[in-house]
């Protein structure tokens, strides 16, 4: 039989939880850097990569938002967009749900349709060259105020056929998902899925208000709610699934070590959990990492790791017959592989 690893590097599946910006990696930022005229901090993209270092989100959060600074152009978003899908592609990706947050570039001077043009051509030559297809999910930043994230969606109405959801990132405690009651419900109103960030630094709270207060129907990490054997239980039985990124959270400092991460135990309490990446090149890992890293920790054999591939096609926002052609493509390949 072939190695467990290579098990998981042809396993078809889906990433739910990927920030687009947050797929820089530091080569990228210096060749942006340089066709934009763009002054660096870090002298090589060595230098930058070594920086990647933190305790903390915001330590990370410090660093994502200097480094988005290169991409101006609607070239740039594309270019950004196309080589992480191929880098998706490479890992047997299928399909793919992706965040971004149009505020930390409207700041910067760049206008929304830049931003999304240059997003959507890059997922419209992927699924053309690659076959894998894609969601976008637009991001408002918790620790801005309500009233920049409802102007945001208003700037945004006019795409609507182009991003299937809205979630909320950013620096999480002391930004409670409530604030930004009314913005989701407008987004709702509108036909916007919900998804949101908590309980990957914030309360477990926050991701019961995130599902009473926003609507949310997916929650991104989660992994905090662990803390609350009730909640657990509710997440089981709602069948609300979390998009875990097991090395995040490692590297933001959430868990010491990958052995005290609750992904295990969520799972055998019946939580549909998924595992993706976040910001691999700054987490130090794309999707396939991500499954390695928890094979290996907790032992997960073939049946459960196409156990969690099922699970993201599930939990994708994929129509109900992709979902089953996707799932019976995963059970094909576990018969086989
Ligand atoms: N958490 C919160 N905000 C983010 C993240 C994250 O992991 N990545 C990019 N923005
Ligand atoms: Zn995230």
Redesign the pocket.
Same mark, same amino acid.
């Not at 967009?81 to 930390?104: C, G, K, N």
């Not at 109103?189 to 019961?208: C, I, N, S």
């Not at 295990?264 to 396939?288: C, K």
């Not at 290996?296 to 099922?310: I, V, Y």
């Given at each position: 039989m072939r190695p467990i690893s290579d098990f998981i590097g042809d396993l078809p599946k889906a990433e739910l939880h990927l #920030?687009i +910006?947050?797929t820089l990696e530091p080569e990228m930022v210096f060749e942006l850097a340089e066709r934009n005229r763009v002054r660096l901090r870090h002298r090589s993209p060595e230098e930058l990569r070594a920086a990647y270092d933190f305790n903390s *989100?915001q330590e &990370? *959060?410090d660093l994502?938002y200097q480094g988005m600074g290169v991409l101006h152009t609607e070239d740039d978003f594309c270019d950004l967009t196309l080589a992480y899908m191929r880098r998706a592609a490479a890992d047997s990706v299928r399909h793919a749900e992706i &965040?971004f947050?149009p505020q930390a570039h409207a700041s910067r001077g760049v206008p929304f349709p830049v931003v999304l043009d240059g997003i959507a051509e890059g997922l419209r030559r992927a699924e053309r060259e690659l076959g894998v297809t894609s969601r976008l999910i637009l %991001?408002f930043l918790r620790d801005r105020d309500a009233a920049e994230a409802m102007a945001t969606l208003e700037v945004a109405l006019p795409y609507c056929d182009r991003i299937v959801g809205v979630g909320l990132? /950013?620096? +999480?405690v002391g930004h409670p998902p409530s604030k930004f009651r009314e913005v989701f419900a407008r987004a709702r109103a509108e036909g916007f899925l919900a998804v949101a #960030?908590a309980g990957?630094e914030g309360p477990p709270a926050y991701v019961a208000e995130a599902l009473d207060v926003l609507g949310a129907v997916r929650i !991104? #990490?989660g992994v905090r709610a662990a803390e609350d054997r009730a909640l657990v239980r509710r997440l089981a039985a709602e069948a609300v699934p979390l998009t875990v %990124?097991p090395l /995040?959270n490692l590297r *933001?400092a959430v868990y010491d070590s990958l052995d005290k991460h609750p992904l295990r135990r969520l799972a055998e309490a019946g939580v549909p959990v998924t595992i993706n990446s !976040? !910001?691999p090149p700054y987490f130090g890992g794309y999707i396939n990492d991500n499954y390695r890293a928890v094979q290996e920790t907790f032992g997960f054999s073939r049946d459960e790791l196409a156990g969690f591939a099922r699970a993201s096609f599930a939990a994708s926002f994929l129509d109900p017959a992709d979902k089953a052609r996707h799932i019976a493509e995963v059970d094909a390949y576990l018969a086989t592989g």
């Amino acid at each position: 039989m072939r190695p467990i690893s290579d098990f998981i590097g042809d396993l078809p599946k889906a990433e739910l939880h990927l #920030h687009i +910006e947050g797929t820089l990696e530091p080569e990228m930022v210096f060749e942006l850097a340089e066709r934009n005229r763009v002054r660096l901090r870090h002298r090589s993209p060595e230098e930058l990569r070594a920086a990647y270092d933190f305790n903390s *989100l915001q330590e &990370f *959060l410090d660093l994502y938002y200097q480094g988005m600074g290169v991409l101006h152009t609607e070239d740039d978003f594309c270019d950004l967009t196309l080589a992480y899908m191929r880098r998706a592609a490479a890992d047997s990706v299928r399909h793919a749900e992706i &965040f971004f947050d149009p505020q930390a570039h409207a700041s910067r001077g760049v206008p929304f349709p830049v931003v999304l043009d240059g997003i959507a051509e890059g997922l419209r030559r992927a699924e053309r060259e690659l076959g894998v297809t894609s969601r976008l999910i637009l %991001c408002f930043l918790r620790d801005r105020d309500a009233a920049e994230a409802m102007a945001t969606l208003e700037v945004a109405l006019p795409y609507c056929d182009r991003i299937v959801g809205v979630g909320l990132d /950013s620096a +999480e405690v002391g930004h409670p998902p409530s604030k930004f009651r009314e913005v989701f419900a407008r987004a709702r109103a509108e036909g916007f899925l919900a998804v949101a #960030h908590a309980g990957e630094e914030g309360p477990p709270a926050y991701v019961a208000e995130a599902l009473d207060v926003l609507g949310a129907v997916r929650i !991104d #990490h989660g992994v905090r709610a662990a803390e609350d054997r009730a909640l657990v239980r509710r997440l089981a039985a709602e069948a609300v699934p979390l998009t875990v %990124c097991p090395l /995040s959270n490692l590297r *933001l400092a959430v868990y010491d070590s990958l052995d005290k991460h609750p992904l295990r135990r969520l799972a055998e309490a019946g939580v549909p959990v998924t595992i993706n990446s !976040d !910001d691999p090149p700054y987490f130090g890992g794309y999707i396939n990492d991500n499954y390695r890293a928890v094979q290996e920790t907790f032992g997960f054999s073939r049946d459960e790791l196409a156990g969690f591939a099922r699970a993201s096609f599930a939990a994708s926002f994929l129509d109900p017959a992709d979902k089953a052609r996707h799932i019976a493509e995963v059970d094909a390949y576990l018969a086989t592989g």
